[in-house]
Antibody, heavy 122, light 106 residues
């Protein structure tokens, strides 16, 4: 049973960089898209981006200029950096495992971390 | 971006009711459509992928259908634990967009 454990700073000031890490336990690290999704307070889900075990990334164009997702396959971990945060980046940030890396297979998010609440406030 | 629109945004129902939630894509996405359930304070949980395939462990009262632009999630007989928010997500193109959610209330 795969488990995702995430951590990072929960309170940031405007213009700072949000940094979160997610560790994967109990499953294969290769063959998946390792993903970040966020949810502003009281709102819906927004897909931020993803990375595979070899470092290939896909980002949401709305955030691409500020986002970096990286991977450390030796530790079965992946990370999110979001620069120049504002109050609009206040949200719960989830890491998740995405399937569908093999052409012709379906993509879906089948395992999630518990979420990290990030607040941006001066 | 492919826009995903769910209806209704909220829905009141009772235990035992049959409920249908709709998700419409702004362009054809074949059957690259997933459904998630989210309970308050929890991460989302995958219910259905590929429009109609029930995720392992998800109750059989949940079913999905549709292809192209129009999709539905049906709960055949509501149980108390089903009161939650439901999201669709397309995986046909990037970014992998979600619908705005449907809150199912008692």
């Amino acid at each position: 049973q795969v488990q995702l454990q995430q951590w990072g700073a929960g309170l940031l000031k405007p213009s700072e960089t949000l940094s979160l890490t997610c560790a994967v336990y109990g499953g294969s690290f290769s063959g998946y898209f390792w993903s970040w999704i966020r949810q502003p307070p009281g709102k819906g889900l927004e897909w931020i981006g993803e990375i595979n075990h070899s470092g290939s990334t896909n980002y949401n164009p709305s955030l691409e200029s500020r986002v970096t997702i990286s991977v450390d396959s030796s530790k079965n971990q992946f990370s999110l950096d979001l620069t120049s945060v504002t109050a609009a980046d206040t949200a719960i940030y989830y890491c998740a495992r995405g399937t569908g890396t093999i052409p012709g297979t379906f993509y879906y998010l089948d395992a999630w971390g518990k979420g990290t609440t990030v607040t941006v406030s001066s | 971006d492919i826009q995903m629109t769910q209806s209704p945004s909220s829905l009141s129902a009772s235990v035992g009711d049959r409920v249908t939630i709709t998700c419409r894509a702004s362009q054809s996405i074949n059957n690259f459509l997933n459904w998630y359930q989210q309970k308050p304070g929890k991460a989302p949980d995958l219910l259905i992928y590929a429009a109609s395939t029930l995720q392992t462990g998800a109750p059989s009262r949940f079913s999905g259908s549709g292809s192209g632009t129009d999709f539905t999630l049906t709960i055949s007989s509501l149980q108390p634990e089903d009161f939650a928010t439901y999201y669709c997500q397309q995986s046909y193109g990037f970014p992998r967009t979600f619908g705005q959610g449907t809150k199912l209330e008692i």
